[in-house]
């Protein structure tokens, strides 16, 4: 796999200028996401209305291009989605992730797959994956989502 | 099996040169993602030469029994080689005696074997522990583990933005201290610490000092009397030998007060269930059947690094790191981190607007390992107001080609992140 199609345009765009980059004051949901290993870490805000419909979401912190573009493009895509609809686009996330893709999820993750990538570099996944757990962390109630230990964001697998 | 022998008499006659010195690392023969390997991540592990290899393949085809045991003449072989690895580290940091080196699996455990042995009995309440700014972790948390169970207080001693330790107040915070601990060499910055002046300085007010020497022993010629610290720890892995084996050096003194870091067989002279002696030194330290393979291979790769000679070793490495300095600096965009006068060969660098894991990535697609992180070293990042550093660090196996795959590579991620 060549550089350029690990860090596509897209992602280095999203990089240089994430979307929905700061601190959300009227978020009912908040976590961080990090990675020890690496120092990555992600706080992820949400506001999610009586209906569980996700009205905003924004996320603020430090780490890589993949990580980063992966929360910014997160953002984009889960605003005005349900908490239900968020957890099947983390499940197909994670399938890309791990190339275990099933039918239908390709077209649920649409723009995500710019992603698809990544699986070819295992010591990345973590990265792409750390903030979208974040959001599952927050969406479920939960403070914290962490690549290692008792948050591993593998752990029940 | 003498290598030594073999080895130095090969080195007197002629020395050889620096491409036939990396051609005795197997390792470095291959490709990595169809480029040839250039690996510049020794400050994590170094790799072993064939010497290395054969010598624990012999080990393990002709000489295996468990040590300091058996009548039978494989133990015999095995705890004579063990016996005799013991004796290269005596001889190789010119400790006094042989019996003040306790072998550990590492400097991780070197350093805890002393928070034990030493800080549970010599550190107490409102005793205060100095420690470095620039450590690494493994020389900071068991000393917080050990201030928090005995309510001592930490000190830490500053350093500048070059990364250079600032001993001005240091005499002032000897006050109340039982230990001052500090790197030889720093891992994440490179910088070697003065401490000749730190050992003296302590001293003068009768406070002992340990040294994290596992950056520095694989780079120069480290003579512990001479440095006249009371505590030396260091690795095999990091200096071309095995993964598993460390050394602890003590003075005497302090090594036989010292309580036994763990208990079990080997380290007894009797036990009884009215009570039990403990074997003296260095046995005493050393509970349960040993790392006895690596052990050997450890005394291989000192025999190694002999017959090329650390002073040597230390020229070349010199060479490269001004090579290396050099050529990333004609780079634009580019920030050494760690610009201390007096270095040892590692490279940390940040590259404005491409973070540390992003430049590990593509220089590995490119053949180039390099450690991206805090290097096990948080608080060296957090004064410096980083999150993190791309690092090379070299070893004499190194030539100016690697450095030269590094640059391009480094031009790469340049153009893929379009700074």
Same mark, same amino acid.
């Given at each position: 796999m060549s550089m350029r199609a690990l860090y596509q345009e897209v992602i280095l765009d999203h990089n240089r200028k994430p979307r929905n980059?700061?601190?959300?004051?009227?978020?009912n949901r908040r976590a961080e996401g990090e990675n020890p290993l690496c120092g990555d870490n992600y706080t992820v805000y949400a506001l999610v209305d009586d209906q569980g419909v996700i009205e905003e979401v924004k996320f603020e912190g430090q780490g890589c291009a993949i990580s980063k573009a992966a929360a910014s493009m997160m953002t984009v895509r889960i605003k005005g989605k349900s908490i239900e609809e968020a957890q099947e686009l983390v499940q197909g996330f994670r399938h890309m992730l791990t190339g275990e893709l099933e039918g239908g999820e390709k077209e649920l993750l649409g723009h995500l797959? &710019?992603?698809?990538? &990544?699986?070819?570099?295992p010591e990345r996944v973590k990265c792409a994956v750390l903030p979208w757990h974040a959001l599952l962390a927050a969406l479920e109630g939960g403070e914290k989502a962490s690549t290692e230990g008792e948050h591993d964001v593998w752990h029940e697998e | 099996m003498e290598f030594s022998a073999k080895k130095r008499a090969e080195a007197a006659e002629r020395p050889r040169d620096w491409e036939e010195i990396r051609s005795d690392?197997?390792? %470095?023969k291959q490709s990595v993602r169809d480029h040839p390997l250039s690996y510049l991540d020794n400050a994590a592990s170094s790799q072993m030469p064939q010497d290395v290899i054969d010598r624990l393949v012999w080990y393990h085809s002709g000489e295996h029994s468990n040590v300091?045991?058996?009548?039978?003449t494989l133990s015999q072989r095995a705890t004579r080689a063990y016996d005799q690895a013991r004796e290269k580290v005596a001889r190789f940091i010119n400790a006094?005696?042989?019996?003040?080196c306790i072998f550990t699996s590492g400097t991780t455990e070197s350093i805890n074997l002393v928070a034990h042995g030493f800080g549970r009995l010599f550190i107490g309440e409102g005793d205060r522990i100095v420690i470095s700014a620039m450590e690494h972790h493994s020389n900071i948390v068991p000393w917080q583990i050990l201030a928090d169970e005995k309510g001592a207080e930490i000190s830490v001693i500053p350093m500048s933005d070059?990364?250079?330790?600032? %001993? @001005? @107040?240091f005499d002032e915070m000897?006050?109340?201290?039982k230990l001052v601990c500090v790197n030889?060499?720093?891992?994440? %910055?490179?910088t070697v610490n003065p401490i000749e002046e730190i050992v003296d300085r302590a001293h003068k007010k009768g406070v002992p000092v340990l040294v994290d020497g596992a950056q520095a022993i694989p780079h120069m010629a480290v003579d512990v009397q001479e440095l006249g610290c009371d505590f030396y720890a260091f690795s095999g892995h990091k200096m071309c030998g095995p993964t598993g084996i460390g050394v602890l050096w003590g003075r005497k003194e302090w090594l036989e007060k010292m309580q036994p870091y763990q208990g079990g067989g @080997?380290?007894?002279l009797s036990v009884t269930w009215e009570g039990t002696t403990y074997s003296d030194?260095?046995?005493?330290?050393?509970?349960?059947?040993?790392s006895i393979a690596a052990a050997i291979g450890l005394g291989a790769a000192i025999d190694y690094l002999e017959s090329i000679g650390m002073d040597r070793i230390a020229r070349r490495e010199a060479e490269l790191l001004a090579y290396g300095t050099d050529r990333l600096q004609e780079l634009g965009g580019i920030r050494i981190v760690g610009e201390a006068a007096d270095k040892a060969s590692v490279i940390s660098f940040v590259v404005d607007g491409v973070h540390p894991h992003d430049i590990g990535t593509i220089l590995d697609d490119e053949g180039v390992a390099v450690r991206a992180g805090h290097h096990c070293a948080q608080p060296v990042m957090d004064r410096l107001q980083i999150p993190a550093t791309a690092r090379a660090s070299l070893a004499?196996?190194?030539?100016e080609i690697d450095i030269d795959r590094l640059v391009a590579g480094l031009y790469s991620v340049k153009e893929i992140f379009g700074v």
């Open positions: 980059f700061g601190a959300l004051e009227k978020a797959t &710019v992603f698809e990538g &990544v699986a070819q570099r | 690392f197997p390792i %470095l300091h045991r058996g009548v039978h006094s005696e042989t019996k003040e070059r990364g250079e330790l600032i %001993l @001005d @107040d000897l006050e109340g201290a030889h060499v720093s891992n994440a %910055l490179g @080997d380290m007894i030194l260095p046995f005493k330290f050393e509970a349960g059947t040993p004499f196996y190194n030539q």
